[in-house]
């Protein structure tokens, strides 16, 4: 048999919480960005998950978004530079398309999102993770942040955004361990931008840590 084909490309995992800075730090980068909260599940999806003693769907856990075929986008990019992606809308909280993403060759890009820890391990296994990343910038400051980002967006209702926002604050460091638990680094948006301009060097090395503790 002969030797494996070389993968052209890797990916950066960018996870931390919900307005943590993620889009606005990928899009400081220079790099391609692939939007992982695009692989949302859709509202009428049975498995999605609630929050618990509430009505309210929980789009904060792991089962409201469909880790499959994110990976399977992640390494086609890996592989051939280019692959097909969802169109969500959050206020909808549905896919409304898809569209095509091609990385021009680059062999490196982002894929961020706040479940972009939750697949850390399997790009690992796949070949094609450069670093993974937890970007975290405080409770009250994200919390600010998101609700802003949210209300200008008009992604939920007013209610429904203050519950979340409260509920995200108060659960922000248990977060942020769990996505270091899964391999993702806790770095502020300097140290982020430092890693990722190392792993741009075309002799870098992957360097995710590992797990340290259990899911």
Known sequence: MGSPLPIPARVVLLCGPSGSGKSLLSAASGLPVLRLDDF??????????????????????????????????????????????????????????????????????????????????????????????CLSRGAVTTFRRRFVRDLKEGRKSVPFLLRRGWRLMRSERSIVARQAALGAHPCDRAEALDRLKSASAPSAAPRASAPTASA
Request: charged residues 30%.
């Open 40 to 133: 949302y599940k859709e509202a009428t999806d049975p498995t999605l998950p609630q929050v618990e003693d509430s009505e309210d769907i929980d789009w904060d856990h792991p089962q409201s978004w469909d880790a499959d075929t994110a990976v399977a986008a992640i390494e086609e990019l890996c592989r051939t530079g280019r692959t097909t992606i969802p169109v969500y809308d959050i206020s909808l909280s549905a896919r409304t398309g898809t569209e095509a993403l091609d990385i021009d060759g680059a062999p490196l890009f982002i894929a961020e999102g706040i479940f972009a820890a939750e697949i850390v391990g399997r790009c690992r296994e796949l070949g094609v993770l450069a670093d993974a990343l």
